[in-house]
């Protein structure tokens, strides 16, 4: 059967560490605390970037290309210190200090740029994505609004990527995941991939409520690291019948 999903324009990739360390997890709040400098000011810059686009898109229809691939910066900037941090602690890998994506670096986001934007749509993204609201609000409590919340300022997004995100059920599937890693040094995979599926959720609510795309975030859990966007999800069709055959194989010369 083929499968029902389909490609958001909003990629959210992982792949889960399988070699952890035991208790790093206790000290990674005091190792982020860098991140959490920088990501005051990028969350300033973020919410100022909006604005404009706001306007941009009122006016021609079009979201200005640098400053969108600014914010998606700025969004994956923080998705790796998410992931990295109590968000998702699925690896040892210290977040890097860059906007730009990093191939080698375990956890992934880009948004798919679109062409046009609807004007009238900007101004209620934010109460059509009420729902959502609802939902993430047990998954992921008060953490990785990632800019959805209304009159919410840079300070606060920054602060709350880090702190708040290990919030809701997201913060006590990371708890339990936590604890057995502590014991058994692994990361149980199972809550690795519903946690990577609550995580897909807000970032694609994220971008929808931060006018990056008119797409509707879907009402579902895409478990495991890789989005349905990334590579195909339909099964491999059959090869057709009635092709030629190949070549005979060749004869197996007699023993002597």
Partial sequence: MTDPRTSYPV?????????????????????????????????????????????????????????FDFNV???????????YGYGANATDRYPPFTLAEVPDYPAHLDVAYPERLSRGLIFVKWLLAIPHYLVLAVFVGGGLWLGTGAGTDGWNNGWNDIWSAGGGLVGLLVLIAAIVLLFTGRYPKPLFDFVMSMDRWALRVAAYTALMTDRYPPFRLDLGGTDPGTVPVGPVPPAPTGAPAGPPPAPVPAAR
Avoid at 37 to 62: D, H
Avoid at 73 to 83: A, F, K, L, P, T
């Fill in 11 to 67: 990629r959210v990739d992982a792949a889960l560490d399988p070699f952890q360390s035991r208790w790093l997890w206790l000290v990674k709040w005091l190792l982020l605390i860098p991140h959490l400098v920088v990501l005051f000011f990028l969350w300033v810059a973020f919410w100022v970037v909006g604005v404009i686009a706001f306007f941009a898109i009122l006016f021609t229809a079009r979201y200005p290309r640098s400053l």
């Fill in 73 to 83: 910066g700025v969004m994956r900037w923080s998705w790796r210190v998410h992931y």
